[in-house]
């Protein structure tokens, strides 16, 4: 059962501090039960607003961690205070690092090839005795082909993993996660866009000194302005609009 989840706008979020989320994860490892973990940006909820597919799945999720400073600001406009900005990034290091001492496996799903194979290779390096129970690059298209998706779930069954990242991007992780952890099993899959990349070195993240302040989408635009422009400053401005628009029907 979700833990302190509160309405938000167009869907909801688990209030709860970053310590409370890895226990609440690791009862999931002990009890050997299925879980999705999704961290909600201001993009998601923008989304949301338009795909009731995916609607479906952030609501149905185990856990929806605030993931973005101007959710946390929203949810102060509201009088619900969210306790603490969770972002997924940080999150999968903070669990290496416990596997790492725990002995829980981690399977890496995502990216582009070997970039999965390079950051289990980094993780290992960075967190001494983290077991990695396997990585895998899906090929393109694989969401369309049901013998590929298969060969995935029986990858992933036979892993033995504890904890499964997937990197593919929004919603085309979030669908592949919904549709088929009941087919594999791992006890939490975690939705983790770029994560992967990050820790295989491709993607640079923004300082720390950014990331605390709300500005690491400048950064990002910075990095990639082709991509990122249409994202942060044309389709991600719409949150003012429907942060007014719930506020108006509490």
């Known amino acids: 059962m979700p833990l302190n989840r509160i309405k938000f706008m167009n869907t909801y979020l688990d209030n709860i ?26 993009d998601q909820i923008v989304r949301i607003e338009k795909d009731p ?11 929806l961690l605030t993931d973005g400073h101007p959710l946390i600001w929203i949810s102060k406009f509201y009088n619900t205070p969210v306790k603490e900005k969770i972002c997924g990034s940080d999150l999968i290091f903070d669990l290496c690092e416990i596997s790492a001492k725990k002995g829980y496996r981690i399977f890496l799903l995502g990216a582009a090839p070997g970039v999965a194979d390079e950051a289990a290779k980094r993780l290992k390096k960075r967190y001494h005795g983290l077991k990695i129970a396997g990585t895998y690059s899906p090929p393109l298209g694989f969401e369309k082909d ?11 069954a036979n892993s ?8 593919m991007g929004v919603p085309k992780q979030d669908i592949f996660i919904y549709e088929n952890m009941d087919k594999y099993k791992i006890p939490m899959s975690f939705s983790i866009g770029a ?16 990331r605390h302040s709300g500005l690491e989408w400048l950064f990002r635009i ?3 302005p082709k991509r990122m422009f249409k994202r942060y400053i044309i389709d991600d401005m719409k949150i003012f609009k429907l942060a007014w628009k719930y506020r108006k029907k509490k």
């Open 17 to 42: 501090t970053k310590n409370e989320a890895i226990e609440y994860i690791e009862s999931f490892i002990c009890e050997k039960k299925t879980g999705h973990v999704i961290t909600p940006n201001v």
């Open 53 to 63: 597919y995916f609607r479906k799945i952030c609501n149905n999720a185990e856990l």
């Open 146 to 156: 049901k013998k590929e998706i298969n060969h995935i779930n029986q990858i992933l």
């Open 160 to 167: 033995g993993a504890d904890l499964l990242f997937v990197g």
């Open 195 to 210: 994560s992967i990349d990050f820790a295989a070195g491709n993607v640079k993240r923004a300082p720390e000194w950014m």
């Open 222 to 224: 910075i990095q990639d």
